[in-house]
């Protein structure tokens, strides 16, 4: 095994393809692996030179331990990004048990996933950095979402301070706290009207939707040189969504 790896999970589409392109860019790492349960992550192999594509499901504890090991034998793992996710919205009393485990199976149990196979390895090596990304669900409650998103959300803040806690002094964890975003979450996903959208970024400081690439560079500084004294942190990058 030569070489340096990242791993980014939910890397088919918005903030995690950004982070694959900003990561590729950064010329730090001889392979990118994205995880997507969206198949066409593998055709990005053909798109981006150093890119491998996976189409695994994160909330799959095996698999995601054998793709982990398959990309271990390729290039020793440095950076984890934990970004894959899913949001619907639910009336309370319509939140049924299936839909709830499954937002908390694949936005918080997928990161204890990735991270329960990833961060012994950067432990034992002395060398490396987990970012999760959160969402402001997990602070405030969801605009737009259910009290799942949100549960899941507020889950992977204490995830992020107890594996800085863990993988210390050498592995660095730290979590991203998008605003609202421009992706296919934001306007595929059913959870915001166009309308919505707008009355939101009227309200937020910058009165704008965050790009893809926004994260992704935060994300970029915190995975890696740049951003050495940090960990434990919570980083909101959401044109000060966080004041209203
Ligand atoms: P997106 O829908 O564009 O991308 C998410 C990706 O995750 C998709 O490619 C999807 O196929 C993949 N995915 C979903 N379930 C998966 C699973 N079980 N296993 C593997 N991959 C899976 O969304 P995005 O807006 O880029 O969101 C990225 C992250 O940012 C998420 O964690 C989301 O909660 C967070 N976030 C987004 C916003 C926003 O406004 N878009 C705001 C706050 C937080």
Redesign the pocket.
């Given at each position: 095994m030569t070489g340096r790896a990242a791993v980014v999970?939910?890397a088919?589409?918005?903030?995690?393809r950004a982070t694959v392109e900003q990561f590729l860019d950064s010329g730090r790492y001889d392979v990118v692996a994205g995880?997507?349960?969206?198949e066409a992550v593998a055709d990005l192999d053909d798109e981006f030179d150093g890119f491998r594509g996976f189409t695994?499901?994160?909330?799959d504890h095996d698999t995601v331990a054998a793709v982990v090991e398959t990309i271990e034998e390729s290039a020793a793992i440095h950076t984890l990004v934990n970004?894959?996710?899913?949001?619907e919205y639910a009336w309370l009393g319509d939140l049924t048990p299936d839909a709830w485990h499954r937002v908390l199976d694949?936005?918080l149990t997928?990161q204890y996933n990735l991270a329960h196979a990833v961060g012994p390895l950067l432990y034992e090596r002395e060398a490396g950095s987990i970012v999760n990304?959160?969402?402001?669900a997990g602070q405030r409650g969801s605009a737009s979402g259910g009290v799942h998103y949100s549960a899941s959300?507020a889950g992977i803040l204490g995830l992020t301070k107890g594996l800085a806690k863990q993988l210390r002094p050498h592995v660095r964890v730290n979590c991203v706290v998008?605003?609202?975003?421009d992706?296919?979450?934001?306007h595929d996903s059913g959870l915001w009207t166009e309308e919505g959208i707008e009355a939101f970024t009227d309200r937020v400081p910058l009165e704008r939707l965050g790009r893809?690439e926004e994260i992704a560079e935060a994300i970029d500084f915190l995975a890696g040189p740049r951003g050495s004294y940090v960990t434990g942190s919570v980083v909101n990058v959401d044109g000060g969504a966080d004041l209203i």
């Open positions: 999970t939910g088919a589409s918005g903030i995690g995880l997507d349960v969206d695994v499901d994160v909330a970004n894959a996710a899913i949001s694949v936005n997928g990304v959160s969402s402001g959300k998008p605003g609202l975003i992706t296919p979450l934001t893809p």
